[in-house]
């Protein structure tokens, strides 16, 4: 739950990414400031050709600055970024790293200095992708029997503590030496098919981490048009929020009603229909049937559309409670002051 310590470190500007591929992990319990303890162990990475990841609790000084200063300059290609948690679980979570990537954290209570550490003490993982916030180790290179065994000493923690904040602690540690990551290529004909397709697969996996928040329901906008149903301006005495109420009735059937128009069909006539079929059923656009829209995998993440009603209604809202707009009023042009040369008058103030 880290990010990189240096924007320097970032390869992919166009993401904000540090992406290193095969890279050595160095797991440092404790700061890493001093160059010349760094540098017997950096001397040996750079031989091995292979890019380096410190995980530490801090990184700065001399060491922070050779490691910007030679990935600025194309010599070495590194990153630090800093230990997550604190106190014992800091020292937990390295060891999980440790474990996960087959190397050994560098610790002073086994009497281990970085200055005299050799490559053994460095894990390796297939890749290491770091955000300004957080660090995903791809594939580590752990032996999976050691693997295996952390992770029930934690099932056995969790399941002896009495502490329900340390229950939740100890549940993310085994979430992510569990959960693994998954690698999807993507590849095209073109670099236009390319960007494309990524960007998709981008919006699949954002909206898959969605659905695991808060789970998915019936898309098309079938699930918008039963709530419209189960709103009754009627059953509200106050006037002004009965029309609320019939605003708010309306905008709801509206996805479902473009949804229909851009497959070529009626929008009031689909909403119609939808709206007589139970819950859970809907129009598929992409075969022109009704029917169970789950079972045919049209589904929305629960977030997303909660977050989308949410977010019009704070528009909405912000509209009406506004009294005044600032607009490009385009100048009337006055007959008769062009004199034939054909030159147009249209010049725009700001009101």
Known sequence: DKGYISPYFVTDTERMEAVLDDPLILLVQGKVSA????????????????????????????????????????????????????????????????ILTGGQVV????????????????????????TKDETTIVDGKGDTTLIGGRIEQIKA??????????REKLKERLAKLVGGVCVI?????????????????????????????EGIIAGGGSVLVHAAAKLDPSAVA??????????????????????????????DVVVSKVSELPDGQGYNAATGVYGDLVAD????P????????????????????????????PEEEEEGHDHGHGHSHHHGHTH
Do not use: C, Y
Request: proline content about 3%; aromatic content about 2%; overall charge negative.
């Open 35 to 98: 160059l010349q303890e760094l540098l017997p162990l950096l001397e040996k990475v750079i031989q091995t050709g292979k890019p380096l990841v410190i995980v530490a609790e801090d990184v700065d000084g001399e060491a922070l600055s050779a490691l910007v200063v030679n990935k600025i300059r194309g010599t070495f290609n590194s990153a630090a970024v800093k230990a997550p948690a604190f106190g014992e679980r800091r020292k937990a979570m390295l060891e999980d790293m440790a």
């Open 107 to 130: 610790t002073a209570d086994l009497g281990m200095k970085l200055d005299q550490v050799d490559l053994d003490v460095l894990g390796t993982a297939h890749r290491v992708v770091i």
């Open 157 to 166: 923690e969790i399941e002896a503590s009495d502490s329900d904040w340390d």
């Open 185 to 213: 290529e993507v590849g095209a004909h073109t670099e236009v098919e390319l960007k494309e397709k990524k960007h998709r697969v981008e919006d699949a996996v954002a909206a898959t981490r969605a659905a695991v928040d």
């Open 238 to 267: 106050d006037p002004d929020e009965a029309a609320g109420v019939r605003i708010v009735k309306k905008a709801l059937l509206a996805p479902l009603s473009w949804i229909a128009a851009n497959a070529g069909e009626s929008g």
């Open 297 to 300: 995998g049209v589904i929305d």
């Open 302 to 329: 629960v977030k997303v559309t909660r977050s989308a009603v949410q977010h019009a209604g704070s528009i909405a809202a912000m509209l009406l409670t506004t009294e005044a707009l600032v607009v490009d009023k």
